[in-house]
């Protein structure tokens, strides 16, 4: 990523990061790498777009976050906690902020018609709303 920023005429006026890895699993049964590969989709890619751009100095640097972080969803230990170290980590930058993002139902990060989701979620319901507008 370094080489590609570099070889850009045009300078970075700010970044979006939106990236989610979901390694869904009650805490007993999680290992290392499912909180590894959760953190490298959050902090890991902050972190990396801090070392190819000089953040402090961008427009804006604006995270995607999420309802686990702020309420907890069961089997998302590992999320709800890359969330809420990427949001500390934005709130050391001056310009950045995180943006919670509401549930959308009808995808595959919400309850998307499975049962046992349905059941682990349900009390985010009314803080989701539908991509079809209902």
């Known amino acids: 990523m370094s080489r590609l920023m570099k070889s850009e005429a045009l300078e970075i006026?700010?970044?979006?990061?939106?990236t989610a890895?979901?390694?869904d699993r009650t805490f007993q049964h999680m290992t290392e790498a499912d909180f590894s590969a959760v953190f490298a989709a959050k902090v890991?890619?902050?972190?990396?777009?801090q070392h190819v751009i000089d953040v402090d100095h961008a427009d804006f640097v604006v995270a995607f976050t999420s309802m686990s972080g702020?309420?907890?969803?069961?089997g998302?230990?590992?999320?709800?906690?890359?969330n809420t170290e990427?949001?500390?980590e934005l709130a050391q930058i001056p310009n950045a902020f995180s943006f919670v993002c509401p549930g959308v139902l009808d995808t595959s990060l919400m309850l998307a018609g499975n049962d046992m989701a349905a059941r682990r979620l349900g009390h985010a319901?009314?803080?989701?709303?539908?991509?079809?507008?209902?």
């Open 13 to 18: 006026g700010g970044c979006i990061i939106l």
């Open 21 to 23: 890895v979901l390694a």
């Open 44 to 49: 890991g890619v902050l972190k990396t777009i």
């Open 70 to 74: 702020l309420f907890g969803f069961g």
């Open 76 to 82: 998302q230990t590992n999320y709800g906690a890359a």
């Open 86 to 88: 990427l949001e500390e």
């Open 125 to 134: 319901v009314e803080w989701s709303f539908s991509a079809e507008g209902e």
